[in-house]
């Protein structure tokens, strides 16, 4: 069994603090003069960005009246929350936000994608580093091999301890766009091919082809629908735009990007058909 996802951990903590201190009708700077702590802390400690000292949650359990098997949980989850991640040698090189992502990707059960390029968890070491050399300024060109070897460790969750369920929506654009070049794009293919005939059906990628007349997420950003082992943990979405990046957890919003992923795959081809569409285009490389 893999470890917890730190980043998991304070999630969860964070959630279920917020949803007993609003059920008690508590404001913020109650419970926060309580754990001796500012309100601005308190509300990273909710959403799962900062985590409380030990002293500081046994004041908050108490302040919130949990009980005593609930309150050990949330010492357990805080443990969790204090290790490092697997990803946590390359915190130099990404930022905050993206850590955290990675997190939730390490911790999560299943994840559902629409992406415009070829999945992270997916690509080639090839193909990652001419993906993230075109990153240009943005990216220093003495961290691209860490970021690749990043992402190679990402991939584990294909493959390792309690593997992730992985579906994966894209339009045929984002096979057809020969980063790298065309040698580089037909091995990725050609890599893409061979995990999901290994890995079905825990692994389904379908294609949009470019015939399409048109679906409900044409031109939308690269989103991910993620969901946890615990019952605690609703699903959540993680949206990726070129600069920024954006946790979407209300339940309305979270239920859109549902259907919004449904209806993308109902445009797109059965994974049968988008693997001979991936095939073929990789040949078509050679």
């Not at 691209?144 to 190679?152: F, G, K, Q, S």
Request: charged share 25%; proline share 6%; net charge neutral.
């Amino acid at each position: 069994m893999k470890a917890p996802s730190p980043v998991v951990a304070a999630h969860e903590m964070g959630l279920r603090l917020r949803e007993r201190r609003d059920a008690l009708g508590l404001p913020a700077a109650e419970v926060a003069r309580a754990a001796r702590c500012t309100p601005q802390f308190l509300s990273q400690v909710e959403n799962g960005k900062k985590v409380l000292t030990m002293d500081k949650l046994l004041a908050v359990t108490a302040r919130l009246e949990f009980e005593a098997d609930e309150g050990e949980e949330l010492v357990e989850l805080r443990r969790h929350a204090t290790q490092r991640g697997p990803l946590a040698a390359y915190n130099g090189i990404f930022s905050a936000e993206l850590m955290r992502y990675y997190g939730f990707e390490y911790g999560c059960e299943s994840l559902r994608s629409f992406v415009m390029i070829v999945h992270g968890l997916l690509q080639t070491p090839e193909y990652a580093h001419a993906v993230i050399r075109s990153g240009g300024a943005r990216i220093r060109q003495a961290e691209v091999e860490r970021r690749v070897e990043a992402r190679m460790v990402r991939q584990e969750r294909l493959h390792g301890p309690d593997p992730l369920t992985l579906s994966v929506v894209m339009g045929e654009a984002a096979i057809r766009q020969q980063t790298g070049g065309p040698q580089v794009l037909a091995r990725q293919l050609a890599h893409i091919v061979e995990q999901v005939e290994a890995h079905q059906p825990r692994l389904q990628v379908r294609v949009i082809p470019l015939e399409s007349t048109g679906h409900p997420v044409l031109g939308a950003p690269n989103f991910h629908l993620l969901g946890f082992p615990s019952t605690r943990l609703p699903e959540i979405v993680w949206m990726d735009r070129l600069t920024t990046m954006l946790l979407i957890d209300e339940p309305v919003a979270v239920h859109d990007f549902r259907l919004a992923h449904a209806a993308a795959e109902e445009a797109a081809l059965s994974v049968v058909d988008s693997l001979g569409l991936i095939t073929r285009a990789a040949q078509e490389l050679r």
